[in-house]
C-alpha cells in the first residue's frame, strides 16, 4: 500500500512565478490536508479538503494561495506571484474516513523562492 | 498563546535512559492527541495517539495524558540513538482543527 505521495519533491520559483504542489492520499483516504513548515517551526495548517470540497481553509492565505481535490487525480496547492517568504517546506497528510485524525504525512515539497 | 506548547529543547539523554517529553494544549475542546517523530529534512511519522486520560504503551513508548491539566507526555524507554529526532506533539479537537507543536529535539548520546 503505497504511502501519500507529493510531487515535486524540491521545487525552485523565482518571485512572481506560480507553484503547484501535487499530493495523491493513500489508498482509501478521502481526507487531505496542507501543512506549511517553515525552518524551526512547527507545521502550520492550511487546509483541509475532501473529494470535491474544501472543508476547512482557516489556515490559508487569503490570497494567492488556493486547493482544490477534484474528483479525479491528486489534491493541487497553488501559490500564485510566489515571494520569498513562502519558501518553506508543504506537507501534504492524508486520513482515511474511519479515523479523521489519524493523519499519515507525505515527504513534502520543499519551495524554494529565489 | 499557542494552541499546543512544547519545550523546544534540544533535551539530550545518554543511550539506554529514558526520554521524556512534554506538552501542554491550550483548547479544553481537544479530544485526541498525537506524538510524531521527524528525523531532520523528513516528514513527520505517526508514533503514538492518545484519546483517555491515563497511559498507553507500544514499545520502548508511552503517552500520557492528563486533561485535568492540559498536559501530554512521551516516555521513551532504553533510548536509542536512532530515536534522536524532533517530536511533534499534536492535538485534535471535535471540528476541524488540528495544532500542532513547534517540536522538541532529542539526542541520544551512544
Known amino acids: 500500500n503505497a504511502g501519500v505521495m507529493q510531487n515535486p519533491r524540491h521545487l525552485v520559483r523565482r518571485r512572481g512565478q506560480e507553484a503547484r504542489l501535487r499530493c495523491s492520499p493513500m489508498k482509501g483516504h478521502s481526507h487531505v490536508y496542507w501543512y506549511r513548515q517553515l525552518p524551526e517551526e512547527g507545521l502550520k495548517f492550511m487546509v483541509y479538503l475532501q473529494k470535491e470540497n474544501i472543508i476547512d481553509e482557516s489556515g490559508m492565505p487569503k490570497e494567492r494561495f488556493s486547493a482544490e481535490f477534484p474528483k479525479e487525480g491528486p489534491s493541487i496547492l497553488r501559490i500564485q506571484q510566489v515571494v520569498r517568504g513562502d519558501s518553506a517546506a508543504y506537507f501534504c497528510?492524508?486520513?482515511?474516513?474511519?479515523?479523521?485524525?489519524?493523519?499519515?504525512f507525505g515527504p513534502g515539497t520543499r519551495l524554494l523562492v529565489l | 498563546q499557542k494552541e499546543v506548547e512544547q519545550n523546544s529543547g534540544p533535551l539530550s539523554v545518554p543511550e539506554g535512559a529514558i526520554a521524556s517529553l512534554n506538552c501542554t494544549y491550550s483548547?479544553?475542546?481537544?479530544?485526541?492527541f498525537f506524538w510524531y517523530r521527524q528525523y531532520s529534512g523528513k516528514s513527520p511519522e505517526l508514533i503514538m495517539s492518545i484519546y483517555s486520560n491515563g497511559d498507553k504503551e507500544d514499545g520502548r513508548f508511552t503517552a500520557q495524558l492528563n486533561k485535568a491539566s492540559q498536559y501530554v507526555s512521551l516516555l521513551i524507554r532504553d533510548s536509542q540513538p536512532s530515536d534522536s529526532a524532533t517530536y511533534l506533539c499534536?492535538?485534535?479537537?471535535?471540528?476541524?482543527?488540528?495544532?500542532f507543536g513547534t517540536g522538541t529535539s532529542l539526542t541520544v548520546i551512544p
Open positions: 497528510a492524508s486520513s482515511p474516513p474511519s479515523s479523521r485524525e489519524t493523519q499519515y
Open positions: 483548547d479544553r475542546g481537544s479530544q485526541s
Open positions: 499534536a492535538a485534535a479537537n471535535t471540528g476541524n482543527q488540528f495544532y
